[in-house]
Structure formats: structure tokens, C-alpha cells
């Protein structure tokens, strides 16, 4: 079974552009998390969606958003990127289903803003 | 609220067992998960254990959890040289997220 994947798996943008990253989870897994990993933060939870609606939404400014399509594949989308945005993005699927919980994790998008 | 607790650092001689300590504080935890990563790469799920169990055993790995003092250990036996790389601790609730310690770096000499 494929892995989770991720595009682009690096990315160089200018202060004030948006990006767009992409993430298809593991076939049968409808939900997507969305994560950013800093040195300074750490781990923190961006948002989740399943079947297409989000369900929870993690403590970011309204610049960044997502969604997710119907074959379960998601987007995230950074507006007005700011130099801390700078960051490795990573999404999860996981199916959330009874007797299994386990959520696994793609490559990552290594986002850098100049 | 969520705050999950690592030590940062953890030097282990190679061939002998690694222990890799956690907290957490949310009581609610339904599940929680130890994942490994390495440079530049994702993170690799290495186990996860029901709230409701007090142990589990896979291969090299063994999670034991402490629901009472909210605390939670990952032990590897025989570390090997490829088992350097940082691992996390991670928590769940019901709001189909999980939250994340600081991140554990081990590093195994020989």
C-alpha cells in the first residue's frame, strides 16, 4: 500500500506570495491533519478534514487554510506569507476507525520564505 | 488542557536498552503514540497504546503507561546505531488531533 505523499517536497517563496501544498493519504483514509513543525514551536496542529469537512482547527491565523476533495485528497493554502512561515508542513491520513488509530505521516513540504 | 513532557537528550550505548520518558496532563487521552523521525525526513509511527492498557510489546519495542501519574516510557532493547534520530511522544483526545512533546534526541554510540 502507498504512503502518504506530499508535493512539492520543497519550496522557496517570497515574503507576501501564497502557496498551495498538496497531500494524498493512504488509499481508504478519509481523514488529512495538517501540522508545521518549527524549531522554535515545535509540533503544532493546523486543522483536520474528513470527508471533506474540517473538523478542527488548531490555533493559526485565518492566512492559512485548507481543504479536502472528494477522493480525500487536501490542500493547504498560505496567503501573505510572512518569514515565519517558514516551516516543514506535514500531513497525516488516517482512517479514525474503530480499532485503529493510527495516523501516519507523509515526507513533508519544507517551506522557505525569503 | 494538552502539555505532553520530554527529557531533550539521551546518549545510550549501542547493544544496551534505551528508555525515553513522557508526561502528559490531559486525562481525556484516548490514545497515545511514540513516533520517530530522522533528518529530513516525516515521522515514522513506531507504536501507539490504548488509554485502557498498561503495556504493549512489539518487536524491540516496549510502551509502558502509567495512567495514574499520566506518564508514559518507550523502551527499545538492544539500540542499534539506525535507532538515532529524535522521537516524540504524542497524545490524542476526541477532537481527532494530536499534540506533541518537544521531541527526545537519542543518540546511540558504539
Known amino acids: 500500500k502507498a504512503g502518504v505523499t506530499q508535493t512539492p517536497r520543497y519550496l522557496i517563496k517570497t515574503r507576501g506570495q501564497q502557496v498551495t501544498l498538496s497531500c494524498s493519504p493512504i488509499s481508504g483514509h478519509r481523514s488529512v491533519s495538517w501540522y508545521q513543525q518549527t524549531p522554535g514551536q515545535g509540533l503544532q496542529f493546523l486543522f483536520e478534514y474528513f470527508s471533506e469537512t474540517q473538523r478542527n482547527k488548531g490555533n493559526f491565523p485565518g492566512r492559512f487554510s485548507g481543504r479536502q476533495f472528494s477522493n480525500s485528497r487536501s490542500e493547504m493554502n498560505v496567503s501573505t506569507l510572512e518569514l515565519g512561515d517558514s516551516a516543514l508542513y506535514l500531513c497525516a491520513s488516517s482512517s479514525w476507525a474503530t480499532n485503529s488509530y493510527e495516523q501516519y505521516f507523509g515526507p513533508g513540504t519544507r517551506l522557505t520564505v525569503t | 488542557g494538552e502539555d505532553v513532557e520530554q527529557s531533550l537528550f539521551l546518549s545510550v550505548r549501542e547493544g544496551d536498552s534505551s528508555v525515553i520518558n513522557c508526561t502528559y496532563t490531559d486525562s481525556s487521552s484516548t490514545y497515545l503514540y511514540w513516533y520517530k523521525q530522522e533528518p529530513g525526513a516525516g515521522l515514522q509511527l513506531l507504536t501507539y497504546i490504548f488509554s485502557n492498557m498498561d503495556m504493549k510489546q512489539d518487536q524491540r519495542l516496549t510502551v509502558l503507561l502509567n495512567k495514574k501519574d499520566k506518564h508514559l516510557s518507550l523502551r527499545i532493547a538492544d539500540t542499534q546505531t539506525g535507532d538515532s534520530a529524535i522521537y516524540f511522544c504524542?497524545?490524542?483526545?476526541?477532537?481527532?488531533?494530536?499534540?506533541f512533546g518537544a521531541g527526545t534526541t537519542v543518540t546511540v554510540r558504539a
Open positions: 504524542a497524545e490524542s483526545t476526541s477532537d481527532y488531533k494530536l499534540s
